[in-house]
């Protein structure tokens, strides 16, 4: 699968910032798809992920809990993180990853760890201003 993420950009604290990634090149039935980030000097970190084909399935990192919701538009194959309230240390570097996992037996919160993911997209940076 191919993965091309979009949206980002310099957005005041407290705005809101919509990010895409469109998926291509397979049947998204059985993937999951996170978004991560990464800051200058930190590691990659989980912020979202969701099940394709089961939106219910979603998790997100504590940080981003209550501001920021991952959505899936299954014609367009594109999955959403829509952000708000956005703070400065929110900055970084978004990138979208996607896995295969035919049957889903551990909690979804285990893929907001992005080591297993085996498929990335380009990053997209996203700057907030204090």
């Known amino acids: 699968v191919q993965l091309q993420a979009s949206g980002g950009g310099l957005v005041q604290a407290g705005g809101p910032l919509r990010l895409s990634c469109v998926a291509s090149g397979d049947s998204l039935d059985t993937y999951h798809i996170g978004w991560f980030r990464q800051a200058p000097g930190k590691e990659r970190e989980g912020v979202a992920c969701?099940?394709?084909?089961?939106?219910?399935?979603?998790a997100y990192a504590d940080s981003v809990k209550g501001r920021f919701t991952i959505s899936v538009d299954d014609v367009t194959n594109t999955v959403h993180l829509q952000m708000s309230s956005l703070k400065p240390e929110d900055t970084a570097v978004y990138f979208c990853?996607?896995?295969?996992?035919?049957?889903?037996?551990?909690?979804?919160?285990?893929?907001?760890?992005?080591?297993?993911?085996?498929?990335w997209g380009q990053g997209t940076l996203v700057t907030v201003s204090s």
């Open positions: 990853a996607a896995i295969k996992v035919r049957i889903n037996i551990v909690p979804m919160s285990v893929y907001l760890d992005p080591s297993p993911y085996p498929s």
């Open positions: 969701v099940r394709i084909g089961s939106a219910d399935r979603t």
